[in-house]
């Protein structure tokens, strides 16, 4: 299906610009003209950038048989050479133009391997102008690595494919990832934060205010929080970044008081990143060429290895940072809309910040302030635990309808989302509800958050998939068994038993899944086998204080002698924070 977007911005005809620049006469009657490609194969989507004098003014469609993206240009001329050649990616063959529809029309044909949902986009010159107007191509790539390796093994005769193709990136496949939301409570230690009159310390609102959105957030299933800080002690605000990345945060969020010279102001406000501050931070960390493979994650790796190119940096640094920042601008939103329910808000709209802790370009990041304490009345309510309950709940309501609407890729939360529904009707019961599914009473209920078996007519039930697992407690502590359909030809010679031993399945198994009712079958029949994948996932565990080797064991269902082999353990005992592979059994 052809789908058409049309961004309708009013071409601006900026006449006196092109005098000024002193351009050609050809060119002069066009208001944007294109200077040059940038094509960027990363592992998850393809960006072409386009360099252009003046904001773009585009439209695009996609075609299929065979599949291509085309864009419009308006009233664009092109200083750069087309076609523009691929390599490397898997997506993308060649970019070369096409006839105009229009006069003043450039046409561009993204020629294309697959079909694929592009996205299109302008980004604003930087304010020291190292880089102009720019309009960027994604194509993402997709989920190629199962589909590819899904159709090969229907193609392949009879042969498995390796499972440890299959089994590296399982934790995918499930995805039961947790949402890591990594709590700031701002100041402590030697700095107190500000003082209200009452001689109360910022410091200590904020902590006991993250401590509970943490419990909060940890009781929620697919969720888990992280403080920057755990207790009354100085992080400094590099360092609080670096602690919600190194745990590979989602999102953070940093809880203050406010404080004015004069007792009046009172109530809560939520500051996002300010773009303008942001765009000079960019600039700052391309010159910090470390910090910024660092900074780009997966990204950064394959730009260290392929280019010192500071235009892709560049624009890859500012891609991730206006994504934070739109996200954190969301996010905000969603807070104000909880937190206007249980307190005064003194700014009811997102407050554009340029705060430190709120610079981390890959992590969607809100300063909230829960209050003034400035302010004589607030200052007691910040230290009332019933007020710091309904902030601490607004606050995590909020992640929680935030993550709803956002889930990250490969959490439980997406799979969630990814999963049916069902809607209750009269004389259904939970039990019958599962049958129907292929899931268990369990399950069903842990993806409801269901205290009781008892349901309502109309009542919505989410259905997990049924490898989505959105049981997690399940996961966690059991071992699931990854499976895969492949399908097998009936070679000569080859009969039902055979067959069941190269597979390691029953004849039954085979029976049933083929809706077979007899033994015999004929060559080049095919057969559909669900098998087992040697390979699990690799599950680690974290040492924490107080586990021993036997502890560790019991709650995996896995035996100590495979721990310690699995571990290449010397001796028994453990350290604190040390990462143990758990085998399968
Ligand atoms: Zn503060």
Not at 141 to 151: E, N, P
Not at 365 to 372: A, D, I, P
Not at 549 to 573: C, E, F, H, P, T
Request: charged share 25%; glycine share 6%.
């Amino acid at each position: 299906m052809n789908f058409f977007k049309c961004f309708g911005i009013k071409c601006q005809v900026v006449c006196c610009w092109v005098l000024l620049t002193g351009l050609m006469v050809s060119s002069a009657v066009y208001a944007n003209a294109l200077k040059s490609f940038r094509v960027w194969p990363s592992p998850d989507e393809t960006r072409v950038v386009m360099d252009l004098s003046s904001e773009a003014h585009f439209t695009y469609f996609t075609l299929s048989n065979p599949a291509r993206l085309v864009v419009d240009l308006k009233d664009t001329t092109i200083r750069t050479k087309l076609p523009v050649f691929v390599r490397k990616s898997p997506v993308l063959k060649k970019i070369r133009r096409s006839s105009a529809p229009e006069k003043g029309t450039y046409r561009l044909v993204f020629e294309l391997k697959k079909k694929i949902s592009p996205e299109l986009f302008t980004l604003a010159p930087t304010p020291k102008g190292e880089y102009g107007h720019r309009l960027v191509v994604d194509l993402p790539h997709g989920s190629t690595v199962h589909k590819q390796k899904a159709s090969s093994a229907n193609t392949s005769k009879n042969h498995l494919i390796p499972p440890k193709t299959i089994a590296r990136d399982v934790s995918q496949f499930y995805g039961t990832k947790d949402i890591v939301v990594a709590i700031d409570a701002g100041h402590g230690g030697e700095d107190p934060g500000s003082i209200g009159p009452g001689g109360h310390y910022e410091k200590n609102v904020t902590i006991s205010i993250a401590k509970k959105v943490k419990a909060l957030i940890d009781a929620i299933p697919g969720m888990k929080a992280v403080l920057t800080r755990r207790g009354d002690y100085f992080v400094n605000l590099n360092r609080r970044s670096e602690i919600a990345r190194k745990n590979k945060a989602h999102l953070l969020i940093s809880i203050h008081a406010d404080a004015f010279r004069t007792p009046q102001p009172r109530g809560a406000s939520v500051f996002v990143l300010n773009t303008r501050r942001a765009n000079t931070e960019i600039a700052k960390w391309v010159e910090d060429h470390e910090r910024q493979s660092e900074l780009l994650g997966g990204a950064g790796q394959v730009l260290a290895k392929n280019s010192n190119d500071k235009n892709v940096s560049q624009t890859l640094l500012d891609l991730q940072f206006s994504h934070s920042q739109k996200e954190g601008y969301t996010l905000a939103t969603d807070i104000i809309h909880q937190l206007r329910r249980v307190v005064h808000m003194h700014r009811s709209k997102p407050v554009n910040a340029s705060l430190a802790v709120l610079k981390s370009p890959d992590i969607p990041s809100v300063l909230v302030e829960t209050g003034f304490i400035s302010n004589p009345t607030e200052e007691k309510l910040l230290f009332q635990r019933t007020h710091q309950d309904k902030i601490a709940q607004a606050l995590s309501k909020a992640i929680v309808e935030y993550f709803n609407d956002n889930p990250p890729e490969g959490t439980l939360f997406a799979s969630r989302k990814k999963a049916k529904k069902h809607k209750v009707h009269s004389g259904e019961f939970l039990s019958l509800i599962a049958k129907k599914y292929g899931v268990s009473v369990k399950q069903l209920m842990v993806a409801n958050h269901l205290k009781s078996t008892s349901l309502r007519v109309g009542q919505i039930l989410v259905i997990p998939g049924n490898n989505a697992a959105v049981s997690l407690s399940a996961v966690k502590s059991q071992n699931p068994v990854e499976t895969r359909t492949i399908t097998h030809k009936v070679a000569r010679g080859e009969y039902l038993g055979r067959i069941a031993d190269k597979y390691k399945v029953s004849v039954a198994a085979i029976k049933r899944e083929n809706h077979l009712s007899s033994n015999t079958l004929r060559v080049g029949q095919r057969l559909k086998i669900t098998v087992t994948l040697k390979d699990k996932p690799v599950r680690k565990h974290k040492v924490h204080r107080g586990e021993y080797l036997g502890k560790i064991a019991s709650y995996y269902r896995v035996s100590i002698d495979n721990l310690r082999r699995v571990n290449q353990l010397k001796s028994d005992s453990l350290r604190v924070g040390q990462i143990l592979i758990i085998p399968n059994r």
